[in-house]
């Protein structure tokens, strides 16, 4: 494999969520040593953390594609750049970004998802690594364009868990999951561990459990004004999800670095997805239920429904442990780099 030092790569971090930036501290060290990297945030906030976990990088904030007073629009995915509205801000940021990526002469570019940033580095002549965007992309035709347009795709979780009519399996590379969280080897049978993003769903799961006799911990904060029962134990926010879970038994979203870190520590899964474009963290809920690596349930089944969730709690707790050491790649970085590297 050879080296490329005199290479410019700039990376895209998506800022919506946890895991993209998790995702990128596993996979870009690898690459820092045959490249320099710099990075692209389209939020301040992205680009603070992306200064702090990456110090000797260069960050450069993308301006915003809409009018700061423009209305909220709820994206359709059905017709090619919908989420793009007709303002100059869209014109000034496809400037901003194509003068970027001329001015820091830049070799790669690896997209974190973004459609609209792939498209335009394509049409400048850069190559492009995206990440496959998990989910029914197909029916969105600027996705599929990008997809085209894409050198290659990585996807963070294992072609077992694809879905069946993905048009692009030959050009995509499967890292698997790569979860890095602490491990805690104690371990409680009737211990459940609730990991919820919406509140008032987090409370009904939480209550359905401790009166039906679970000791519940709950990772997230409770509101102040709702009751809770003696055995749910509130833990708060914690950046160290293995340090909170000391039961088997984990129900939660299906957020892909989540997954990632669960699967690492090898737990039984309830998965709850939550709404997301092109119904990903369903569609991967689905995906590891037919795997059988984990058991998956509506919202308003898991928060109206108690007997249904208590049959899957005690289902999960008279299964056998699941076999998802498969699904776990420890060489998700080093793969990483050989696909950069063989792209440069």
């Not at 984990?294 to 709690?313: D, F, M, T």
Request: with cysteine; glycine share 6%; net charge neutral.
């Amino acid at each position: 494999m050879h080296a490329c030092p005199n290479k410019h790569i700039l990376v895209y971090v998506h800022h919506h969520g946890t895991g993209h930036l998790k995702r990128m501290c596993t996979l870009i060290p690898a690459i820092e040593r045959i490249a320099k990297v710099s990075f692209l945030a389209g939020t301040d906030a992205m680009a603070s953390a992306l200064n702090t976990h990456f110090p000797n990088s260069r960050v450069f904030i993308l301006p915003s594609k809409w009018p700061s007073n423009s209305p909220s629009v709820k994206r359709t995915f059905d017709r090619a750049f919908e989420g793009i509205g007709f303002y100059k801000e869209a014109a000034a940021r496809s400037q901003y970004f194509c003068t970027l990526l001329v001015n820091q002469n830049i070799d790669l570019f690896i997209s974190d998802v973004s459609a609209e940033l792939t498209i335009l580095a394509r049409q400048c002549g850069v190559k492009v690594v995206m990440q496959r965007h998990s989910g029914y992309t197909g029916q969105d035709p600027t996705q599929v364009f990008a997809y085209e347009c894409a050198e290659s795709l990585y996807a963070p979780y294992p072609q077992s868990l694809e879905l069946k009519d993905y048009g692009h399996l030959s050009k995509t590379h499967y890292l698997g999951f790569f979860g890095q969280t602490a491990r805690v080897d104690v371990t409680q049978p009737r211990v459940i561990t609730v990991l919820v993003g919406d509140t008032k769903l987090r409370c009904a799961i939480s209550e359905h459990l401790a009166q039906n006799g679970f000791t519940v911990n709950v990772v997230g904060e409770w509101p102040e004004d709702v009751p809770f029962s003696d055995n749910i134990h509130i833990l708060g926010s914690t950046d160290n999800v293995g340090s909170a879970i000391v039961g088997n038994i984990v129900i939660c979203s299906a957020g892909n670095n989540l997954i990632s870190e669960l699967v690492y520590l090898n737990k039984k899964l309830i998965l709850i997805p939550e709404p997301r474009p092109y119904s990903e963290q369903e569609a991967k809920a689905i995906m590891i239920q037919q795997a059988g690596a984990g058991r998956y349930c509506l919202p308003e089944q898991a928060g109206n429904n108690s007997k249904h969730l208590i049959e899957l709690v005690e289902d999960a707790i008279n299964a056998p442990p699941p076999a998802l050491q498969p699904l776990h790649n420890p060489s998700a970085a080093a793969e990483f780099k050989q696909l950069i590297t063989e792209t440069l």
